[in-house]
């Protein structure tokens, strides 16, 4: 049993480590009471699904993705020698996206740290409810 | 020309948004009319789509010339076009009734609240267009973002409140990624259209019933559905009143059209209703986010904290509708996605407006508010009329369709729900309307009570104002239109 544990863990590491990865960004947004560490959380959890895009693009024994004989009288391309693009491309724009969000959010945590002098979630509650 | 208006919907604002973050350092005051003649011509396209497609029927536009399923098509049929008009004419309405307060309040910012509010839109058109999945992931981000940014622009608590629906939201369009992720593994797809013809061969793969469950989780997260609604009361509360009137219609009701559209065409009915038995059980949590939302708002003491509470009770409403998987409670989930976006704009126009005249939108400060702004709350009670569903204004018929396919369906918990709500709503409102007539208006001196200072707005605000709330009307007035030739071809013929 421990043998078929570890060969599908082998298997499927891609999925594994995303899985890992997407909990721990998780953990660190629920948990974690300072805001800094819980927008880290935040790009860890994105962070774990650009690489589950990327990691699913592989192919065994594939190459890049570049034609460089393309064109009438060649050889038709053979997709299975090459890995997919299209997830990659795909991340770039979702990449841009995690740093825009990543750009907001440190933007509200500095005012928030400008307006109240801390970023502990626990104290911040304490501030609002005092007024 | 006519060709192009799927992309012009969403490239005019985009492009003005630019052109006003340019001026910035120019001529701030030449933002305003360059962003109100983007969204003229938006919701001009918008409104053109919707006059071809009930000519002619639905249609495409191909970006780039690319043909689907490799480039992105921006497909438009008789459901987008009818929640794009309505969504393009609420941006641009509310637009010309908030500038006075956002030019006062926001001072030599209001250039970037202008450039925010058109990306926002940008966004969100783009969002009800497109016929590609990851594209959509792209819109909605970039209405997030913006969002985001708009909300933070509101007073001192608005940053914390913020970026807790910065967490919240990337959690959810995270998740929305992922969902498809899984689709594109099995599909190799991300064309709506081509995954909907590939997926019924294989709908019985594990892989496609766990990205269905994802991608709706978070879009459950992004539409504030109990018990994921957490972001919402402080996020819209906090927000500055131009902002709220903006991103209170737009944001849920556009999420919940990406619900519909997700379900009735990525996934076909079979799956979405007949798959794993999820249907009842979100039935019962658009039950229990009705009760909740009802209940809450009224404990609550403050008008747009109370609305907030309302517009959760609003998602239950149409979730419960779509997910119940008949053709009249569709039709009413459908006709409340474009009715809810009309009440919830007129609503928070009033309450803003009352914040911006009064400087407070407690329920004390709404003393004597009927002999100090008649006309804005005469507005106030149509949209309390419409949200109550009092014929003939357009909230009754979209519940009266809602309270039919659930009696037909014989879910007593639904209707229960929607006609304990309605109740609620009654005695919502209708304190208000009492608070506002017939309390005594307290000033704080001794029991003397000092003359009441008219306080109503100005007319540039007034008129936008008063023709939402006659679109109230119009759109009720309507309904047995709207409802045969765009929402009746709209809904699949598989729904009984």
Same mark, same amino acid.
């Given at each position: 049993m421990w043998d078929d544990f570890v060969r599908l863990a082998v298997a499927k590491a891609n999925y594994w480590i995303y899985i890992v990865l997407m909990c721990i960004g998780l953990w660190g947004m629920i948990v974690k009471g300072n805001l800094v560490k819980k927008i880290i959380g935040m790009n860890i959890l994105q962070t774990a699904i650009i690489l589950f895009y990327v990691s699913i693009a592989s192919k065994a024994g594939a190459t890049l993705p570049?034609?460089? &004989? &393309?064109?009438?009288g060649t050889d038709s391309i053979q997709a299975v020698g090459h890995i997919n693009p299209l997830p990659h491309v795909l991340m770039l724009t979702a990449i841009v996206v995690a740093v825009a969000t990543l750009g907001v959010a440190l933007a509200l945590a500095m005012r928030i740290h400008r307006d109240y002098g801390t970023l502990e979630e626990d104290e911040l509650l304490a501030m609002m409810r005092e007024k | 020309m006519s060709v192009h208006y799927p992309a012009l919907v969403v490239v005019m604002p985009v492009v003005a948004a630019l052109i006003i973050a340019i001026l910035?350092?120019?001529?701030?005051?030449r933002a305003l009319p360059v962003a109100v003649a983007a969204l003229a011509a938006a919701a001009g396209a918008a409104a053109m789509m919707l006059v071809r497609v009930l000519a002619h029927g639905p249609f495409a536009y191909h970006l780039g010339g690319w043909p689907p399923p490799v480039g992105i098509a921006y497909e438009i049929d008789h459901l987008n076009a009818l929640v794009l008009a309505v969504m393009a004419a609420v941006a641009l309405i509310n637009l010309l009734a908030v500038w006075p307060q956002a030019e006062q309040r926001f001072a030599e910012r209001t250039v970037f609240f202008y450039a925010l509010y058109l990306l926002f839109c940008a966004g969100t058109f783009g969002i009800l267009v497109t016929g590609d999945a990851f594209n959509l992931f792209v819109l909605l981000e970039i209405t997030s973002i913006s969002g985001y940014a708009l909300i933070g622009l509101g007073r001192r608590d608005a940053a914390l409140a913020s970026l807790n629906y910065v967490f919240m939201g990337t959690i959810g369009a995270s998740l929305y990624l992922l969902g498809i992720g899984y689709l594109y593994l099995v599909t190799g797809s991300l064309n709506m259209a081509d995954m909907a013809a590939i997926l019924p061969r294989i709908q019985d793969s594990r892989v496609v019933t766990a990205a269905f469950i994802i991608c709706m989780t978070g879009l459950f997260m992004k539409m504030a559905l109990f018990p994921l609604h957490g972001w919402l009361p402080n996020a819209y509360s906090q927000a500055a009143g131009p902002v709220c009137s903006l991103i209170a219609p737009l944001t849920t009701k556009t999420m919940i059209y990406v619900m519909v559209r997700i379900g009735l065409y990525v996934f076909s009915p079979q799956f979405t209703f007949g798959r794993l038995d999820l249907a009842r059980a979100m039935v019962w949590l658009a039950v229990m986010a009705i009760v909740f939302g009802s209940l809450t708002a009224l404990a609550q003491t403050n008008l747009r904290r109370m609305l907030c509470y309302v517009v959760v009770a609003e998602v239950g409403y149409m979730v419960g509708g779509f997910w119940l998987g008949t053709r009249t409670a569709m039709t009413g989930a459908i006709l409340h996605i474009v009715n809810d976006a009309a009440m919830t704009l007129c609503v928070f126009l009033v309450v803003g407006t009352i914040g911006h005249q009064l400087k407070s939108d407690t329920?004390?400060?709404?003393?004597g508010a009927f002999r100090r702004m008649p006309w804005t709350m005469a507005v106030m009670v149509v949209a309390g009329l419409s949200l109550i569903g009092v014929p003939p204004t357009c909230g009754f018929f979209s519940k009266w369709y809602l309270l039919g396919g659930a009696l037909a369906a014989g879910h007593w918990g639904l209707a229960g729900a929607l006609v304990f709500s309605s109740l609620v709503n009654t005695l919502l409102f209708f304190r208000i309307f009492e608070i506002a007539y017939f309390e005594p208006v307290n000033t704080g001196n001794y029991g003397h009570a000092a003359p009441l200072r008219y306080a109503e707005a100005p007319p540039a605000m007034l008129a936008p104002m008063i023709a939402a709330a006659m679109g109230l009307i119009v759109l009720g007035l309507l309904t047995g239109e709207i409802v045969t030739r765009l929402i009746a071809p709209a809904i699949p013929a598989a729904i009984p």
């Open positions: 570049i034609i460089t &004989h &393309h064109g009438p | 910035a350092w120019v001529h701030p005051s329920f004390d400060t709404l003393r």
